[in-house]
Structures are given as C-alpha cells and as structure tokens.
C-alpha cells in the first residue's frame, strides 16, 4: 500500500510532467503528415526573404492547415531603447502575434522554415528560441522544412506526394500568455563578465567575419569577441542545407572548433539569427542546458567602444 507521501509525490510528479509539455525539437516529413489536421497542432510557415521566398510561395502551396507570418516584417524581433536593431520584440506584442495565429499556450507549434540553406533555417531556429524565452515548451521544427517536405516528386505527375493546400489559412485568435524567463537573455555585461571569467564564447558568423577580414553592414568594428570560438552557422546543417547534422556528427564538429559540449556557453552571431542556429545544436540537439544565445551579439557589442575587439587578421 502507498503512503499518503508516496501518494501526493506521485500525484506531484504527474502534475509536473504534464504540464511541462516539452516537445521534440525536430519533427520529420512523417511526423508532418501524420499530425496534419489536429486541433492542438500550429504549423507555422515561415518562408520569407531570407530564403528568396515570399508569402506568395506559401499561397501557392503550403502544409494544409499552416498558418503565414512573415518573420521580417510581423514584428517577431525589435529595436531596442539602445537602438540595436533585431532584439526581442517586447513580449505584450509578441503575446499578440502569437495569439493572432491561433496559437495558445495549449498549441504544439510546428516551424515550417523554407529549409533550402542554413541561414533560412535560422528563421526557424530564432523563432523557436522565443517560444522558448517566452515559456512555451511545446514547440518542434521541421527539419529540412518545406523542401524536404515536398522533395517526394510523382512520377506522373511531376508534382508532390505529400498533400498541399492552396490560398490563406484564417484562423481564430487565441489568448496567449508568456511567462518569460529572463534567465536565457544575455546582456552585454553579461558578455563581458563571462569573457573575463573564462567561460565559452562561440561565435558563429561566417569564418571571414570572425578573422576581421569582412564584416556586417551594420557592425562598427572587424573582429571578434576576445576569446571567442569560432563554428560557422553553415556547419551545423548537411553541406549547409536545411536538415541538422546528427548528433554524433556535431559533438565531432565542436571538438574540432575546440567547443566543449557541456557547462556555461555563450553564442552569438551578428544580430542573434546564426547564433539562434548554433544554440539550438548546443543547448537542444547536443542536450547543453547551460548554452544561452546574446541576442544583441555584434551588432550591440562592437558599437560599444568600451568593449574590447579581437582582430585576428589586420588588414592595414
């Protein structure tokens, strides 16, 4: 017989267990096809402008059911007081995109990116790490996206196997509550005490930038932060496509970037859209819950002139 404490840990445990909600971070083509038309699944197609797509290729044919946003223009990401540009929308408006594609906190969110290169993955791999500030657990990507959900040709046909649905999915809004947890967002004093103390900093720009021989349009300085690793976006995805490599593959990857997989890591990229590809291997895929994304990254650091640079190649 169970004891009364036996009985509320049980009934505690329960509790927890299900109202954590936690979903795969990758769902496959099958897991598509076999969840299309459930009530408490969102696809959320995300292709856009990074991808060379825009809201027409989502009209013409999109995963039946899947509701549009348009990742640069919606509002998922903001300038801030400082006036970097691409940080977190403030979280009453996000509350309200979110709930105005019919997503609730009950909702599993699928995200549907074009999944052509890695770069427009990370669309999805950033919206998906704000689900995740903002609390909610139940939230997959499609791995390899709309390209490998309609690779599938008909040999007749020429056409897709999988089913497609023409024109915009409406949809009723829903009442969407953030609990934000402030603990994943990364400051730029942040940053810099990690840097002094030793902890990992990945850098995951492309190679070039991270030397200091080219760097983004709207950087004030070349270089890196001092320190800092390097593991180029487009390492993480099959020959830089739309799919993750396995796990195996990565733990050999960030061995060879001399990236430990476990304890305290910061990544960052230019504006938090390549490094929101490297914190979803680190922190979702390689099981690092101690991995966090600086959103501002170098964007925010190198207009800083009190923050040191690393050049590693001077060009003058």
Not at 202 to 212: A, E, I, S, T
Request: charged residues 20%.
């Amino acid at each position: 017989m169970k004891t009364l404490a036996a009985i509320a840990f049980t009934v505690t445990f329960g509790a927890l267990s299900m109202s954590a909600q936690a979903a795969d971070p990758l769902v496959d083509v099958e897991w598509v096809k076999a969840n299309i038309g459930k009530p408490d699944v969102v696809f959320l197609d995300v292709r856009g402008k990074i991808a060379g797509k825009s809201k027409s290729d989502y009209l013409r044919a999109h995963i039946p059911g899947a509701v549009y946003t348009a990742y640069l223009k919606d509002g998922w990401r903001a300038k801030d007081a400082s006036g970097t540009p691409g940080m977190l929308a403030p979280v009453d408006k996000l509350e309200g995109l979110i709930g105005g594609l019919g997503i609730g906190n009950d909702s599993h969110v699928v995200i549907v990116p074009n999944g052509g290169k890695a770069v427009d993955v990370g669309t999805g791999t950033r919206i998906y790490w704000t689900f995740k500030v903002l609390g909610h657990d139940n939230v997959s990507l499609l791995d390899g996206g709309m390209a490998a959900y309609t690779k599938e040709i008909d040999e007749k046909t020429k056409k897709p196997v999988n089913p497609l649905e023409k024109g915009a999915v409406t949809v009723a809004a829903k009442t969407f509550k953030a609990s934000l947890r402030e603990e994943m967002l990364v400051t730029k004093a942040d940053v810099a005490a990690a840097q002094q103390g030793g902890v990992s900093i990945v850098d995951h720009r492309p190679h070039n930038q991270y030397l200091g021989i080219n760097q983004h349009g709207g950087a004030k300085r070349p270089g890196t932060i001092p320190g800092a690793s390097n593991v180029p976006e487009n390492w993480l995805t099959e020959n830089g496509g739309g799919a993750f490599r396995s796990k195996n593959a990565l733990e050999k990857l960030f061995a060879a970037a001399d990236v430990s997989t476990s304890g305290e890591q910061i990544n960052f990229c230019n504006s938090g859209h390549w490094a929101s590809l490297g914190w979803f291997a680190a922190h979702e895929l390689l099981g690092n819950k101690d991995a966090k994304m600086y959103d501002g990254s170098m964007l925010e650091w190198s207009a800083d002139a009190s923050l040191p640079m690393e050049l590693k190649v001077n060009l003058e």
